[in-house]
Each structure stands twice: as C-alpha cells, then as structure tokens.
C-alpha cells in the first residue's frame, strides 16, 4: 500500500502564505488521484474542504486553494486567520482503495 | 439541514463484534458515496471503506487492515449505511465516522468504538 506523506507541523504568521503538500510513494499525484483535504480543529469531527484536487465547498473559507504542485498535491492558504490553526489531513485514491496522510498540524504564530 | 448521525458504538471484547449504523438526512442518500473512517486516540485519520452508490455499480472497497473482517452495507430505502465489525481486534478501537464524499463532503459527529478486555 502506498505510503502517504505530509509535513508533520507547519508555521505560519497571521495574514501569512502556507502551502501543505501531500505526496506519495507510490507515484506522482496527479488529477486522476482525485485529492481530499480536510481540516480537523480540536475536539471536532474533520470537515471537507478541498475535493478532486481543487474544488471547494460552500463552506470552505475562500483563502483556502486546492492544486498538483510540484507531483504532490497542495493546499494554498493565502491569508492566515487564527481560526485556521488545526490539523490538516490529505486523502489520495489509489485505485479501489483510499488513503490518508499523516497530517500537518498548522500553527498560526 | 443535512446530517449524519453514527451510532452503535461503545466497549467490546478482543474477538467480539459491534454493528455501527449512520442516518443520513437531508440530501439525496441513494446518490451519495460514502465511506467509513476513523481515528484512533490522539492520532491520524485512516481509511476504512467505501461504498459507491447503487446508480454508479455499488462497489465496495475496503482497507487492508480491515478486509474480510467488516463489512459495509447500506439500506437507500431507510437512509442508512451499516458497518458490521467482526473479530475485533483492540487496534480497532477508534472513532468511527461516516462521511459523504466527493461533492458532498459531509461528515457525521463519530462514534467510538473500545476493543479491551
């Protein structure tokens, strides 16, 4: 099974860029990976923002952007709000099956 | 409004077996696909399953760690998807949540599930 990585912890100033990538071991994340990211605050349940690669829900802040950056995905949080601060999680499909990253917990400092 | 709700969670021996349920309102259930996640104490999300919907071919997909032990279900005429677990292990224990995927990207609240003797 393919192995899913992301950076373990990221930093980011308020009003700041952050780009969380999530690649694999298996291969090249491309469209066809069909990308999840998703945000897990403390206490909660995770909430989807970011599905096949780039697109958003009604409730997805619009400084969040899904995108293939570099043979990973990305997801490029332009604007750093405090409330942002969190764990984040990728999900890549591989064929039938699916499988998560470990996570980046994102700190807004 | 749209809503998840697992359920049927709760403590259970090495080698037992528990059936979790998760209600779907508020959107087109027979249309969603949906998987079945969870997330151990203090530690990452992983993978269970899916369940494609019935229109689409209904294929179900599972994870390695959980092959032919669970299994996933749904009733489109209650609502309902199922994920009945055998032989748990106490490496299953974890919260379980259901999830809507692709455009829908609902999650429900969870439900944990303790394998210990």
């Known amino acids: 099974q393919a192995v899913v990585t992301q950076e373990p912890s990221l930093t980011v100033s308020p009003g700041g860029t952050v780009t969380l990538t999530c690649g694999s071991s298996a291969e090249t994340v491309t469209s066809v990976h069909y990308p999840y990211w998703f945000q897990q605050k403390p206490g909660q349940a995770p909430r989807t923002l970011i599905y096949d690669t780039d697109n958003k829900h009604s409730w997805t802040p619009a400084r969040f952007s899904g995108s293939l950056l570099g043979g990973k995905a990305a997801l490029t949080l332009s604007g750093a709000q405090p409330e942002d601060e969190a764990d984040y999680f990728c999900?890549?499909?591989?064929?039938?099956?699916?499988?998560f990253g470990g996570g980046t917990k994102l700190t807004v400092l | 409004e749209v809503q998840l709700v697992e359920s049927g969670g709760g403590l259970v021996k090495p080698g037992g077996s528990l059936r979790l349920s998760c209600a779907a309102s508020g959107f087109t259930f027979s249309d969603a696909w949906m998987l079945w996640v969870r997330q151990p104490p203090g530690m990452g999300l992983e993978w269970i399953g899916r369940i494609i919907s019935k229109v689409h071919g209904g294929a179900i997909d599972y994870a390695a760690p959980v092959k032919g032990r669970f299994t996933i279900s749904r009733d489109d005429s209650k609502n309902m998807l199922y994920l009945q677990m055998n032989s748990l292990r106490t490496e299953d224990t974890a919260v379980y949540y259901c999830?809507?995927?692709?455009?829908?990207?609902?999650w429900g609240q969870g439900t944990l599930v303790t394998v210990s003797s």
């Open positions: 999830i809507a995927i692709r455009d829908l990207g609902y």
């Open positions: 999900l890549i499909s591989h064929g039938g099956t699916r499988v």
